[in-house]
């Protein structure tokens, strides 16, 4: 018999918020990683995107995690042991593991976006190249998908009802964390002058990104039983309408056109979406 909390968590809006930021700059990262290794030369204007992209928004991570803690500037002992000052890593706790991911990514993402922005203003190719650069971005990538899939995993190892009654959240949240970051990172292109062929790219792969996250939301309820339908009480109708919405109508616009107004409004509805998805995953197990 599994054994919850006796209180929910009470994680409320500075957790959703970092949820949602946190898959979207770990995911526009690996994006970004992905078109600079397995891209052509059109694509290194958007991977250089990507990378000026990812920082700014992980910068916001810390401080949503900092304000969520009651008492702000307590925020170093989760990283530093208050008696000893050495390192305080707990690899048995997936908070602590989850503080030293969001740390070591944010190397990543700041030296990629010293590089993005140096050559963006110079106009020459990034000062890494070669095996070293390759390496690089492939360990950053790797460490903005953990991140984009770890909030997810961080729910289901919890000892809270219906959230460690799944497992399918830590992967639900990275596919969803991918679909919100290249609708991110699309829809900043086509504000721009980008190659077609880039945004081209950045459509299919958020097409197979919905495609996935829809397999995995029914994965979801059916790995949660009978204890799904506190996920359906009314309250939370409006929030899976804009799931809905903000899977269903971009996968039928991605499939039917490619024309620039409504590639950009699928984008949208696709960053809606992923908020409400965390909202209703977030709210609906604490109530």
């Given at each position: 018999?599994?054994?919850?909390?006796?209180?929910?968590?009470?994680?409320?809006?500075?957790?959703?918020?970092?949820?949602?930021?946190?898959?979207?700059?770990?995911?526009?990262?690996?994006?970004?990683?992905?078109?600079r290794?397995?891209?052509?030369?059109?694509?290194?204007?958007?991977?250089?995107?990507?990378?000026?992209?990812?920082?700014?928004?992980?910068?916001?991570?810390?401080?949503?995690?900092?304000?969520?803690?009651?008492?702000?500037?307590?925020?170093?002992?989760?990283?530093?042991?208050?008696r000893?000052?050495?390192l305080?890593?707990?690899?048995?706790?997936?908070?602590?593991?989850g503080?030293?991911?969001?740390?070591?990514?944010?190397?990543?993402?700041?030296?990629?976006?010293?590089?993005?922005?140096?050559?963006?203003?110079?106009?020459?190719?990034?000062?890494?190249?070669?095996?070293?650069?390759?390496?690089?971005?492939?360990?950053g990538?790797?460490?903005?998908?953990f991140?984009?899939?770890?909030?997810?995993?961080?729910?289901?190892v919890?000892?809270?009802?219906?959230?460690?009654?799944?497992?399918?959240?830590?992967?639900?949240?990275?596919?969803?964390?991918?679909?919100?970051?290249?609708?991110?990172?699309?829809?900043?292109?086509?504000?721009?002058?980008?190659?077609?062929?880039?945004e081209?790219?950045?459509?299919?792969?958020?097409?197979?990104?919905?495609?996935?996250?829809?397999?995995?939301?029914?994965?979801?309820?059916?790995?949660?039983?009978?204890?799904?339908?506190?996920?359906?009480?009314p309250?939370?109708?409006?929030?899976?309408v804009?799931?809905?919405?903000g899977?269903?109508?971009?996968?039928?616009?991605?499939?039917?056109?490619?024309?620039?107004v409504?590639?950009?409004?699928?984008a949208?509805?696709t960053?809606?979406?992923?908020?409400a998805?965390?909202?209703?995953?977030?709210?609906g197990a604490?109530?």
């Amino acid at each position: 018999m599994i054994e919850h909390f006796v209180t929910p968590p009470q994680w409320e809006w500075y957790i959703v918020w970092y949820f949602f930021l946190g898959g979207i700059a770990g995911g526009v990262y690996a994006l970004g990683a992905i078109l600079r290794l397995m891209g052509d030369e059109r694509d290194a204007p958007v991977a250089r995107l990507a990378f000026l992209l990812s920082l700014p928004v992980l910068a916001v991570c810390p401080v949503l995690l900092t304000l969520d803690l009651g008492r702000p500037l307590r925020f170093w002992h989760m990283m530093i042991d208050s008696r000893t000052f050495g390192l305080n890593f707990k690899y048995w706790s997936p908070m602590s593991v989850g503080v030293w991911v969001l740390l070591i990514f944010s190397v990543f993402a700041f030296v990629s976006f010293l590089e993005a922005l140096a050559s963006l203003r110079s106009g020459r190719p990034p000062f890494l190249r070669g095996g070293l650069a390759r390496a690089f971005v492939t360990v950053g990538a790797v460490f903005g998908l953990f991140l984009a899939g770890y909030t997810g995993v961080l729910l289901s190892v919890s000892n809270q009802p219906i959230w460690s009654d799944t497992w399918a959240l830590g992967a639900l949240f990275l596919a969803s964390g991918l679909s919100v970051a290249a609708a991110t990172l699309s829809l900043v292109t086509r504000l721009g002058r980008h190659e077609q062929s880039s945004e081209a790219k950045l459509t299919r792969a958020d097409r197979y990104f919905i495609i996935l996250e829809l397999a995995l939301l029914v994965v979801f309820f059916v790995s949660l039983g009978a204890a799904g339908s506190r996920f359906l009480a009314p309250r939370w109708v409006a929030l899976w309408v804009a799931v809905l919405i903000g899977t269903l109508v971009p996968l039928a616009l991605h499939l039917s056109t490619q024309r620039r107004v409504p590639a950009m409004l699928a984008a949208v509805l696709t960053l809606v979406g992923g908020l409400a998805l965390r909202m209703v995953v977030v709210f609906g197990a604490q109530m």
